[in-house]
């Protein structure tokens, strides 16, 4: 049984850091699709990063220079560090996980979900 706990949200200011991790059980993060995504309030779910095996790494737009995806394949655990945030990052992450190939950047490619944190980033 796969499954997916978050921990690392929070308040901060803009321009301040968070590191969200994901600790899984039920599967092998160097085996898996291994993604972030977050929902704002009346928004829709969207894709941050996400990251296969190997050392290849995607991010949306706005993720790309500011967040990193990376794993601890020994902790079997996933992380986000985001810097550099501002009041539009504010949402709830959630971390996601499946096996098929290729990665996808859409909610329907990923099977297992985390229960989601929240990040607010005040101005």
């Known amino acids: 049984q796969v499954q997916l706990v978050e921990s690392g949200g929070g308040e901060v200011q803009a321009g301040g850091s968070l590191r969200h991790s994901c600790a899984t059980s039920g599967l092998t993060v160097n085996g898996y699709n291994m993604g972030w995504f977050r929902q704002a309030p009346g928004k829709e779910r969207e894709f941050v990063a996400a990251?296969?095996?190997?050392?290849?790494?995607y991010y949306s737009d706005s993720a790309k220079g500011r967040f990193t995806i990376s794993r601890d394949n020994a902790k079997n655990a996933v992380y986000l560090q985001m810097n550099n945030l501002k009041p539009e990052d504010t949402a709830v992450y959630f971390c996601?996980?499946?096996?098929?190939?290729?990665?996808?950047?859409?909610?329907?490619?990923?099977?297992?979900w985390g229960q989601g944190t929240q990040v607010t980033v005040s101005s």
């Open positions: 996601a996980a499946d096996p098929t190939l290729p990665l996808s950047r859409t909610t329907q490619g990923f099977r297992f």
């Open positions: 990251m296969r095996t190997g050392s290849s790494t």
